[in-house]
């Protein structure tokens, strides 16, 4: 989440981060490995079929992409050896999610509005999960041109907190989980 705001002054580049997130994320929702799609095995015919409700990855799927579709992230954000008493005001509105394919990877449709930039965008991340919670996770990605970033965000019902990193610049984020009303959309 964190990703993308060092370059809020350049919209030229706030742009090739779209160029090369959409392309991704058509190619990985598009080419999802065949044996990730096949159906799993079954039981010997000597042994009763068990009715299974529905897997708990697909409902912890379905839990996330409500906990964080229309909803705006708002809080503040630290930066390594600065004062603790500069914290940075953020905001992150993300109207939806979609998840790419079977593994761990989404595609979030996140507003990115910081001083002159005001962008909606496709943000590629990995969904982890730690027991009930999911950490939103971009790990040592280079965006050519950007630099590598990375982050951890973990959500927790109406809250959020994790870190991020730009190149060598990095620190802390936390914050509140607010539902969108229809004027905020």
Same mark, same amino acid.
């Given at each position: 989440?964190?990703?993308?705001?060092?370059? @809020?002054?350049?919209?030229?580049?706030?742009?090739?981060?779209?160029?090369?997130?959409? +392309?991704?994320? !058509?190619?990985?929702?598009?080419?999802?490995?065949?044996?990730?799609?096949?159906?799993? +095995? *079954?039981?010997?015919?000597?042994? +009763? &079929?068990?009715?299974? $409700?529905?897997?708990? &990855?697909?409902?912890?799927?379905?839990?996330?992409?409500?906990? !964080?579709?229309?909803?705006?992230?708002?809080?503040?954000?630290?930066?390594? /050896?600065? =004062?603790?008493?500069?914290?940075?005001?953020?905001?992150?509105?993300?109207?939806? &999610?979609?998840?790419?394919?079977?593994?761990?990877?989404?595609?979030?449709?996140?507003?990115?509005?910081?001083?002159?930039?005001?962008?909606?965008?496709?943000?590629?991340? @990995?969904?982890?999960?730690? /027991?009930?919670? +999911?950490? !939103?996770?971009?790990? $040592?990605?280079?965006?050519?041109?950007? /630099?590598?970033?990375? &982050? *951890?965000?973990?959500?927790?019902? $109406?809250?959020?907190?994790?870190?991020?990193? @730009?190149?060598?610049?990095?620190?802390?984020?936390?914050?509140?989980?607010? *539902?969108?009303?229809?004027? =905020?959309?």
């Amino acid at each position: 989440m964190r990703l993308l705001t060092p370059y @809020h002054d350049h919209p030229v580049k706030t742009l090739a981060i779209t160029l090369v997130a959409l +392309p991704m994320a !058509i190619a990985l929702s598009v080419f999802a490995a065949p044996e990730a799609l096949s159906e799993p +095995p *079954r039981p010997p015919a000597s042994v +009763p &079929a068990v009715q299974e $409700s529905k897997p708990a &990855a697909d409902t912890r799927s379905e839990e996330f992409k409500k906990c !964080i579709t229309n909803v705006t992230l708002v809080g503040n954000f630290t930066m390594d /050896g600065a =004062e603790e008493a500069s914290l940075q005001r953020e905001e992150y509105v993300i109207s939806g &999610a979609v998840k790419l394919g079977n593994g761990d990877l989404w595609a979030l449709t996140s507003r990115i509005r910081y001083g002159t930039v005001d962008i909606t965008l496709p943000v590629l991340v @990995h969904v982890k999960w730690a /027991g009930d919670t +999911p950490v !939103i996770t971009v790990d $040592s990605v280079a965006i050519p041109g950007l /630099g590598t970033f990375s &982050a *951890r965000v973990l959500l927790d019902k $109406s809250r959020y907190a994790g870190t991020w990193s @730009h190149d060598e610049k990095g620190g802390h984020m936390f914050g509140v989980i607010e *539902r969108n009303t229809t004027e =905020e959309e």
